[in-house]
């Protein structure tokens, strides 16, 4: 029998805590401090230096969890850069990286190969390097070595997935000061402020019928969800919710943005998850056998990360609503209020990455470890030896 989803647990904070090995949880609920703490390690780094390099691009070098600093910098800087600014996960740098570039790599351990690999070979290259880390890292040590900026990072307890915002502040900071984006100090600390808000409003006290995080993971914990955003970021915080509910919360999940992926989701509709096909739609068909029909699959799932910020006209959003709800899906509507667009991603990003961590809770698993991906770590390091 597969792993049961039990709404009380999350009500019961001795049993959140019990299963929360690593303190997920309190992790995410300290997003605004560590805005906060980074602000004035970048500060005390120097990286203000950036000021006056006047680079000719930017090339943002970021690996699993801190893959959402990457996307958060290029969304910031889409509109108002003049300058191109790509993001790398593994490889090579672009062929066009030199001297007169900027390479911006992050790792919340200092530690990860691939961000690794790539900052050594923009020093070599003598592009300006800027890091982001735990201090006395081997990606401190790289900084050092190309005379760059390192802006220490120290989250206890905290994974790339949970750190994300101490991760993203300093490049954030760095944006701004190569004139690349407006993230000033008092947008940072709105949106420090932002998150204290959000985590109080979805914390482990919080009960599950007043707290939205929660109410998503139930929702989720019954469904196959398929994640839609709109609005300036929308492609952040979509991907970043699909990146927190899979790893996190391990329900395989689909994403998309507005108006991209508008007929990509609608034609979910009518496929083998709608409501009323066979051998889908969760227990819609209270005579199905599961013996001769086949095990039922969890029903469809709209969740759409909308702008409800004030002003905001989401026709396109709202007539996707409409068609799933004519079409029998169920809608979750995750709702940002924020002026800003910064500030609206934060509350999006916030208020999905406790749902999956409830999701996971919920199910009886610990949010920070899996065996499956610990298995996977080995066979790499493995190949990494023999090769």
């Not at 800027?130 to 201090?135: C, D, E, I, P, R």
């Not at 979910?268 to 739609?281: I, M, R, T």
Request: proline share 5%.
């Amino acid at each position: 029998m597969g792993a049961v989803f039990e709404e009380s647990r999350l009500d019961d904070e001795g049993a959140l805590a019990s299963l929360d090995s690593t303190d997920t949880l309190r992790a995410l609920a300290g997003a605004g401090a560590q805005v906060r703490r980074t602000i004035a390690a970048a500060s005390e780094a120097g990286l203000g230096r950036l000021r006056d390099v006047g680079p000719r691009g930017v090339v943002v070098a970021a690996a699993g969890g801190s893959v959402a600093v990457a996307d958060i910098f290029e969304a910031v800087s889409r509109g108002a850069s003049a300058l191109p600014v790509q993001s790398c996960t593994s490889g090579s740098l672009p062929g066009w990286v030199g001297a007169l570039d900027v390479v911006l790599a992050v790792s919340q351990s200092g530690r990860a190969a691939g961000t690794l690999a790539l900052a050594a070979e923009g020093a070599r290259r003598g592009a300006f390097l800027v890091t982001v880390g735990a201090a006395d890292s081997p990606l401190a040590e790289v900084s050092a070595r190309a005379h760059g900026v390192h802006v220490p990072i120290a989250v206890t307890g905290a994974s790339s997935r949970t750190s994300v915002w101490a991760q993203a502040t300093p490049a954030l900071l760095a944006a701004d000061a190569m004139g690349i984006a407006t993230v000033d100090h008092e947008t940072l600390v709105g949106l420090a402020d932002v998150l204290d808000r959000t985590a109080s409003e979805v914390g482990p006290s919080s009960e599950s019928f007043t707290n939205p995080a929660k109410l998503l993971a139930i929702e989720l914990s019954e469904s196959t969800p398929i994640v839609l955003g709109e609005g300036a970021f929308g492609d952040v915080t979509a991907r970043r919710a699909a990146a927190m509910f899979g790893r996190t919360g391990r329900v395989p999940v689909a994403h998309g943005c507005l108006p991209d992926a508008a007929s990509q989701i609608v034609a979910c509709f009518d496929g083998p998850l709608a409501p009323g096909q066979s051998n889908g739609g969760g227990n819609d068909d209270i005579f199905a056998d599961p013996f001769l029909d086949g095990p039922s699959r969890p029903p469809l799932r709209l969740v759409m990360l909308r702008d409800a910020s004030e002003g905001a006209g989401h026709g396109l959003a709202d007539t996707i609503v409409s068609v799933a709800q004519d079409a029998g899906v169920r809608v979750s509507l995750v709702d940002a209020a924020a002026a800003e667009p910064l500030l609206r991603l934060a509350q999006h990003v916030a208020l999905t990455d406790f749902a999956a961590t409830y999701l996971a809770l919920g199910f009886g698993f610990d949010p920070a470890t899996s065996p499956h991906v610990r298995l996977l770590r080995g066979a790499r390091e493995m190949r990494d030896a023999q090769g």
